[in-house]
């Protein structure tokens, strides 16, 4: 895993490999990145967690989360895989949880396709201060 500040831009890219424990890993460097930590910062970590849990489990390559702090929040994890993620109607014990969870967690998300593959991404709101 490699971890870099984007130049020019106030956020965070993890490259992670195609290994089960990177979606462990990820959340390790992306928590306390999170400034405002609390409920915002369990919400994202556990969003980023499995997106790439994702990207691990139905693409053979890694990818990369990225972070901005802003509000609200934008993570975005990138794969090299042009198919698109879907929603499961019927998540059983193997699976199928990921998207759903995100979509409970995040303001709003959604999946964008990119000349190498496609991004799928998710906004948070900052609580009140």
């Known amino acids: 895993m490699r971890v870099e500040r ?5 956020g965070l890219a993890v490259s992670f490999s195609h290994h089960r424990d990177d979606s462990r890993m990820v959340r390790h460097v992306v928590r306390p990145w999170i400034r405002a930590g609390g409920s915002l910062a369990d919400d994202v970590t556990l969003a980023a967690s499995e997106l790439v849990a994702n990207v691990v489990e139905h693409t053979d390559d890694g990818g990369r989360v990225r972070l901005w702090d802003q509000d609200p929040l ?3 994890v990138d794969d090299h895989e042009h198919g698109l993620p879907r929603l499961r109607e019927h ?16 303001e709003s998300w959604g999946v964008r396709v990119t000349p190498s593959g496609k991004t799928v991404w998710a906004t948070f709101r900052r609580p009140p201060a």
């Not at 984007?6 to 106030?10: A, L, N, V, Y």
């Not at 998540?91 to 995040?106: F, N």
Request: glycine share 20%.
């Open 6 to 10: 984007e130049p020019g831009e106030p």
């Open 74 to 76: 934008l993570l975005e």
């Open 91 to 106: 998540p059983d014990e193997s699976g199928g949880r990921g998207l759903a969870i995100v979509g409970r967690l995040a």
